[in-house]
């Protein structure tokens, strides 16, 4: 593909062959004013319609840095928000190839009115059908807040830029590498970035994922992987290749995985249906984390996809950032545990103190908790906790008391015998117990009805 691919062929590359219906083709600029009747051109800077990508339905709209400098006026915007309206009724996600200028000044607030009808048209879509971002230009200012409404962002790495304020604009800036792709993923701002071709491919990868609309199923009947096999050494696995090796085939779709490293969060098959995975990582929680999987635990919650959360953690990390961030951020998560109706199975590796209750526990609403032999779940480290109990005590003798702590207040065991676990399996079974887990679970309702009286 060239580097500077048009707007039609970059939709023709991401779409199935021969799929893609233009719609609005000859929409023109209505406005004469500043001399802009000669530079009407059709399309008006923007190529909307639809198609399929892997044989699932998709609206799509690209904007041409080649005319108007994609610049988004009244007629380019109305486009747009039509195409919104016309995959709310379908029931179809939106795919949006951003490459613009920003608002077309000669249109003024024209544009600044068509600009807030797709702020509206998006906002009432979030929820309803799966929205997607690919920057492959700029998208400055207006564009880059159209872009933070979607649910899934991607940048090409080369051309791409994303900013709020124009890079020369910012004070004390020197150069334009914070609307450059690595420094927007690490700002949690995108979930991928790449090559053109990259992009084709992880895109096409997220529509095998995730379903079309919030009361679709995402489901691959076409996954012949076996649901009984054993994942030798899980117990001591890093998060993101835990979440792969329970995968169907091995294959995930991770999203933010440059922002808040604490966590992995990641879509992935079980026996074929589609599953979001929240894996921390071992490390001390940082609230960086927590923001990413509450806004994945959200976007699962909305769009009716079971939830598996792989708890590994020995608490709170212990900083001033965290201490501004942490406990209202933490507030959000609960919230998006708490009021979750999708199924939830959550497997323990380490749940220390109150970072380890706050990470899909039984109490949070969990409808099954597994652990493992080895597993600690602790109301803080034994150590500590020995330290506390027996100061005046020898280092040999607190020891000795850590160790005990552990067994009879620390072990998965002792969580087992007050109900906080469900079952205590094996490491290499946990892929054929969670099929199991979830195949029990589907078709889950939680029932809240009003009442005013209770039954006689």
Same mark, same amino acid.
């Given at each position: 593909m060239d ?6 062929n970059?939709?023709?590359s991401?779409l ?8 609005g083709a000859l929409? $023109?600029?209505?406005?004469?004013d500043f ?5 009407k051109?059709?399309t ?14 998709v609206?799509?709209?690209a904007q041409d840095?080649?005319?108007l400098?994609?610049?988004l ?10 195409l919104y309206?016309?995959a709310l ?8 190839l951003?490459d ?5 000044l000669?249109?003024a607030?024209?544009s600044?009115f068509?600009?807030s009808?797709?702020?509206e048209?998006?906002?009432k879509a979030?929820?309803?059908i ?6 492959y230009?700029?998208?400055?200012g207006?564009m880059?807040?159209l872009?933070s409404?979607s649910?899934?962002?991607f940048m090409e790495n080369?051309?791409g830029r ?5 890079p020369d604009?910012v004070?004390g800036?020197?150069?334009?590498d914070f &609307?450059?792709a690595?420094a927007?993923e ?7 970035s790449g090559t053109?071709?990259e992009l084709?491919?992880?895109i096409r990868?997220?529509f ?5 609309n919030n ?9 012949e ?6 994942v030798d050494?899980f117990?001591?696995?890093p998060?993101r290749e835990?979440l792969?090796t ?6 995930i ?5 440059a ?6 969060t &990641?879509?992935l098959?079980l026996n074929g249906?589609?599953?979001?995975g929240?894996?921390t990582?071992?490390? &001390?929680?940082h609230?960086?984390a ?5 806004r994945f635990?959200r976007?699962c919650n909305?769009f ?7 708890c590994?953690?020995?608490g709170?990390e212990?900083?001033s950032c965290?201490?501004?961030h ?9 919230s998006a545990? /708490?009021?979750?109706?999708?199924p939830l199975v ?7 103190g109150?970072?380890?209750a ?12 597994f ?6 779940i602790s109301?803080?480290d034994?150590?500590? &906790?020995?330290?506390?109990l027996?100061?005046?005590e020898s280092?040999d003798?607190?020891?000795e ?8 207040k620390g ?7 007050? /109900?906080?676990?469900?079952a205590i399996i094996?490491p290499?079974?946990?892929?054929? $117990? ?9 078709g889950?309702?939680?029932f809240?009805f009003h009442k005013k009286?209770g039954?006689?």
């Open positions: 580097q500077r691919s048009s707007a039609r970059r939709i023709e991401l199935d062959a021969h799929s893609f219906v233009e719609i929409v $023109r600029s209505r406005s004469t001399v802009q009747e000669g530079k051109e059709a008006d800077g923007v190529i909307c319609g639809y198609g399929s990508i892997s044989g699932k339905p609206y799509v709209y840095g080649n005319i400098s994609g610049s006026g009244e007629m380019h915007g109305k486009k747009i928000a039509q309206d016309m009724k379908m029931g179809a996600p939106v795919l949006e951003l613009s200028s920003g608002i077309r000669e249109e607030t024209d600044l068509a600009l009808r797709i702020y048209k998006k906002a979030k929820g309803l799966p929205l997607y971002s690919v920057v230009g700029q998208a400055g207006a880059a807040v872009a409404l649910d899934f962002s080369k051309d994303l900013f709020l304020n124009a604009a004070k800036n020197k150069n334009d &609307a450059k690595k927007q690490e700002a949690g701002n995108l979930d991928f053109e071709e084709i491919t992880e990868k997220a095998s994922f995730l379903p079309a009361e679709d199923e995402a489901y691959n009947e076409d996954v992987d076996n649901l009984n096999r054993a050494g117990f001591t696995m998060a835990a792969s329970l995968s169907d085939e091995g294959e779709f991770e999203v933010r995985r922002y808040g490293e604490g966590a992995v &990641a879509f098959r249906q589609t599953v979001g929240i894996a990582t071992g490390e &001390a929680l609230w960086k927590v923001v990413k999987m509450n635990l976007f909305s009716s996809i079971p939830v598996l959360t792989l590994d953690t020995p709170f212990n900083c965290n201490e501004m942490m406990t209202k951020e933490m507030g959000e998560l609960l545990y /708490g009021n979750a109706s999708v959550t497997l323990v590796k380490k749940a220390v109150s970072a380890g706050c990470l899909g526990s039984k109490g949070l609403g969990a409808d099954l908790v652990a493992y032999p080895e597993s600690e109301v803080m034994a150590k500590l &906790a020995a330290n506390i027996y100061p005046e280092l003798v607190r020891e008391k850590a160790k005990i702590f552990l067994e009879e072990s998965a065991t002792s969580a087992a015998y007050r /109900g906080y676990i469900d094996l290499e079974e946990t892929r054929q $117990r969670v099929i199991s887990a979830f195949d029990m679970l589907y889950k309702a939680n809240d009286y039954s006689i």
